[in-house]
């Protein structure tokens, strides 16, 4: 398939429909610019969108997403979805409970949950010293563009926990929550350091090769993936 989207949106995109066949109905908590959207629409699937922030739901309806603009779960519909889709907006939200008791209310029967995120407890050493020698690589392969936040986050495993560690809930938590409520089928541990890569440089052929390198340096053990995932019914 022919796609414009950046290689973060195609990880995420490819994992929703390893999952939910295209055709499916989805809502997306938390669609931010409305790239991974997008893409799902153009790979058939019915969308909706909810988004708090109204600029980003801007951008989101410049991409042609439907998107409401309101905050999870206070949001209600009276439609029931084949999917509900948490990417990467799970920990933010104080009501983690209520967030998926309401997941729960708009699945159909059958219906899966989808929750990609991420374990930024588990950073350890080696992890952030990963992070760090790559963006080095990326500054001096020019393309660059200095992020303080990424910067800051990639200086050392104090640094990093001290930009995680403010009203964020842990990945044990999140399972925990998923598990009291569903019935959990897998949890993937997958890259998420690239993320932050991509917040410093758009070269999407490096990217997507400082993914794949990500995830043989986790399989190896040399680092911790800290990117979770979790399917649940």
């Given amino acids: 398939m022919n796609s414009t989207a950046d290689t973060a949106t195609l990880h995420t995109a490819d994992f929703v429909s390893k999952y939910l066949r295209s055709g499916s109905r989805v809502i997306e908590v938390g669609a931010g610019d409305g790239r991974l959207a997008a893409e799902l629409r153009v790979r058939g699937y019915g969308i909706t969108a909810v988004e708090a922030d109204a600029t980003s739901a801007s951008e989101a309806r410049r991409r042609h997403v439907p998107v409401v603009i309101a905050n999870w779960p206070q949001f209600e519909t009276r439609v029931r979805f084949d999917g ?59 393309r660059f563009h200095e992020d303080r936040e990424v910067t800051r986050a990639a200086g050392s495993v104090a640094s990093w926990h001290a930009s995680h560690d403010h009203d ?66």
């Fill in 84 to 142: 509900v889709l948490f990417t990467r907006s799970l920990h933010h939200i104080p009501q983690l409970g209520a967030a998926l008791d309401a997941a729960r209310r708009d699945l159909e029967p059958g219906g899966v949950l989808l929750v990609e995120d991420f374990a930024y407890e588990r950073a350890d050493e080696k992890t952030i010293g990963w992070l760090s020698a790559r963006l080095d690589e990326a500054r001096r392969r020019g």
């Fill in 168 to 233: 964020l809930h842990e990945a044990a938590t999140m399972q925990r929550e998923i598990e009291s409520r569903f019935t959990l089928r897998a949890r993937i541990d997958v890259p998420y350091l690239y993320r932050y890569l991509g917040r410093c440089t758009e070269d999407q052929t490096w990217l997507r090769q400082r993914l794949r390198s990500e995830e043989t340096a986790g399989r190896r053990g040399e680092i911790v993936l800290i990117g979770r995932r979790y399917v649940a019914a």
